[in-house]
């Protein structure tokens, strides 16, 4: 198993270039299950996941092929309706072939979803919202069952709470339903407008895109997709707040500074001097960063898969700060570690009261979730000492080659295998 040794404290330096985003790619993957023929998905990130969901899509009779960041999906013999259970219990997103499947094959077969370890996350808003569109759903041997044996046909839904993936799924699973469908409170995300646009291009009909109501009108066959996966906000600020975490100064290029606003207005609450172009976002911090006060809520609000980073950068803030999770409450199995590295936090409840200290010690940590392994990758490198993380197969779920991109920002960090 690999883990990263970090020797810290460093200043993070330079440029660094943002990747396609995880969250994007991995609904337009499962929207080529939509279409017949060859579907090419540009900006890929060869990214653990992905690679996770073409075997998946392999299973289900896709040709895949990842080249250079270009992605091709050929669903020309594709016949499967099954997503089995040792594919599904790694990776939650697998959950968004249920949609796509039911409404192009009539049938479909998904485990029930694994994924990150904290918090419930169930799948009853997929599986309600494809009931509105006449499907026939019933949970067997710890899998769903979702049939239309005569096509699904339009409807009305609502989403209670607003959901990414379910948006998502019931979404993809409508654009071939008969008649006309109207989903309220869905999701915002930039991930989910890009979706929407995707699936424009490729024939479907859908009006409301980037708002909380969208209205489709059912198609009878889409063409293959053609798109370009957007940058990734969670990885941009990721490195932003490793600049605010160590007194660096980094630029983020190719990057998208409109999907970034509520992250970039706490960086600069933390003191930080914040620059933006058409698609570069530069941070200078301070020494140590101002306290503040965050909640997490839905786009375009602070994202929860920030909010480990930035509870990272606040452990060095002067002041205590506060941070409430109202996404998913219970998302703290980070402060645990980051404890062992020195850090001053209390919870009560989902709000976690972050006192700042003036320095940071290298220890033995372990990751524990995705955004987790960076927050404890990004402490590491303002600790003083040596900081080895364990099971960064966390991290290669959702980061392009991380340890190389924060070397070249000047990170000590070196991936190590057992």
């Not at 966390?394 to 080659?401: A, K, L, M, S, T």
Request: charged letters at 20%; aromatic letters at 4%; one cysteine or more.
């Amino acid at each position: 198993m690999d883990r990263f040794v970090i020797e810290g404290p460093v200043r993070l330096s330079g440029e660094v270039r943002c990747s396609g985003a995880k969250n994007a790619v991995l609904p337009l993957m499962a929207a080529a299950l939509l279409t017949r023929g060859e579907s090419v998905i540009r900006n890929v990130p060869d990214l653990r996941d992905v690679r996770t969901f073409m075997r998946l899509l392999t299973i289900l009779g896709v040709k895949c092929d990842l080249t250079e960041g270009v992605l091709r999906l050929d669903t020309t013999a594709a016949d499967g309706i099954e997503a089995p259970y040792d594919l599904v219990k790694t990776m939650r997103a697998s959950v968004y072939v249920l949609g796509p499947l039911c409404a192009f094959r009539g049938e479909a077969r998904v485990s029930l979803p694994g994924g990150c370890a904290w918090g419930p996350r169930p799948v009853n808003l997929h599986l309600e919202g494809l009931r509105a569109l006449g499907a026939e759903t019933d949970l067997e041997g710890g899998y769903i069952n979702a049939r239309a044996p005569r096509g699904l046909r339009g409807g009305n839904f609502r989403f209670e709470p607003s959901s990414v993936g379910a948006t998502c799924n019931v979404l993809m699973a409508a654009v071939l339903a008969e008649g006309e469908t109207v989903l309220a409170n869905c999701a915002v995300e930039p991930e989910v407008t890009q979706l929407v646009d995707a699936l424009i291009g490729a024939g479907a009909r859908i009006e409301g895109g980037g708002t909380t109501t969208l209205t489709i009108h059912g198609v009878a066959a889409l063409d293959p997709l053609r798109c370009r996966v957007i940058p990734d906000r969670i990885e941009a600020g990721t490195f932003l707040a490793a600049a605010a975490m160590t007194g660096g100064e980094v630029t983020v290029q190719d990057c998208r500074p409109d999907h970034l606003g509520e992250p970039v207005a706490v960086l600069r609450s933390m003191g930080c001097r914040v620059e933006e172009t058409a698609d570069c976002v530069r941070v200078a911090a301070p020494e140590r960063p101002r306290s503040v006060e965050i909640v997490t809520r839905p786009f375009p609000g602070f994202p929860t898969d920030m909010q480990a980073q930035f509870m990272a950068v606040l452990t060095r803030a002067d002041g205590t700060s506060h941070i409430s999770e109202t996404i998913y409450p219970d998302r703290y199995t980070h402060t645990a570690e980051l404890r062992r590295l020195g850090a001053d936090i209390r919870l009560d409840g989902a709000t976690a009261t972050i006192f700042g200290v003036t320095g940071l010690s290298g220890a033995p940590v372990m990751a524990t979730d995705l955004r987790a392994s960076a927050a404890l990758i990004m402490a590491g490198l303002a600790a003083a000492g040596t900081t080895t993380v364990d099971r960064i197969y966390h991290i290669d779920r959702g980061y392009e080659r991380i340890e190389t991109k924060f070397a070249a920002l000047g990170g000590k960090i070196e991936r190590v295998s057992d």
